[in-house]
């Protein structure tokens, strides 16, 4: 997702992603008049990755995926589906669409809302010390495929329904 829109704490991260679907559509327009050759590009929003715990952090606090996350199992799916039916770009999220109108049809609005939304969303409370992650080198061991952030989501989810309701009893 991060190849269509712009999100704070996440330059690097943005930037490489806007470099593969410009990479993707190239390689879609060089490949286009070539028999059997089809250039997919999937596109989720957030996963279940340990990418948060594993990216490099000099931010001070360890990110975490914003809601809706999807498992990395959707994702996969996605791309074995594309190579029985390719198509140019397959979205794979339930916000995306959103995010992409918010980006394209109202900027400003986008703009105000995305930092104050991230710093809620995709940033968690526990601190962290700055650290490379592995970027530089590998962390033997820490391989998995789950970031194990659904679980804890799905509280935070549970938390921010069940506001309006404290808030009710607060002041009734």
């Given at each position: 997702?991060?190849?269509?829109?712009?999100?704070?704490?996440?330059?690097?991260?943005?930037?490489?992603?806007?470099?593969l679907?410009?990479l993707?559509?190239v390689?879609?327009?060089?490949?286009?008049?070539?028999?059997?050759?089809?250039v997919?590009i999937?596109?989720?929003?957030?996963?279940?990755?340990?990418?948060?715990?594993r990216?490099?952090n000099?931010?001070?606090?360890?990110?975490?995926?914003?809601l809706?996350?999807?498992?990395?199992?959707?994702?996969?799916r996605?791309?074995?589906d594309?190579?029985?039916?390719?198509?140019?770009?397959?979205s794979?999220?339930?916000?995306?669409?959103?995010?992409r109108?918010?980006f394209?049809?109202?900027?400003?609005?986008?703009d105000?809302?995305?930092?104050?939304?991230?710093?809620?969303?995709?940033?968690?409370?526990?601190?962290?010390?700055?650290?490379?992650?592995?970027v530089f080198?590998?962390?033997?061991?820490?391989?998995r495929l789950r970031?194990?952030?659904?679980?804890?989501l799905v509280?935070?989810a549970?938390?921010?329904?069940?506001?309006?309701?404290a808030?009710?009893r607060?002041?009734?």
């Amino acid at each position: 997702m991060l190849g269509h829109i712009t999100a704070p704490y996440l330059s690097g991260y943005v930037a490489s992603k806007w470099g593969l679907q410009g990479l993707a559509r190239v390689l879609q327009q060089e490949a286009r008049e070539t028999p059997g050759v089809h250039v997919c590009i999937v596109t989720p929003g957030s996963v279940d990755t340990p990418v948060y715990q594993r990216a490099a952090n000099y931010l001070g606090r360890l990110g975490r995926p914003p809601l809706p996350v999807t498992t990395p199992e959707r994702v996969a799916r996605a791309i074995v589906d594309c190579a029985d039916r390719p198509r140019r770009e397959v979205s794979v999220g339930r916000a995306n669409s959103v995010m992409r109108f918010g980006f394209t049809v109202l900027p400003g609005v986008y703009d105000a809302l995305v930092g104050p939304l991230m710093r809620l969303a995709a940033l968690t409370d526990r601190p962290v010390e700055p650290h490379d992650g592995v970027v530089f080198a590998p962390a033997p061991g820490s391989e998995r495929l789950r970031g194990g952030w659904l679980p804890d989501l799905v509280r935070v989810a549970r938390a921010v329904g069940e506001a309006p309701a404290a808030i009710r009893r607060r002041l009734g």
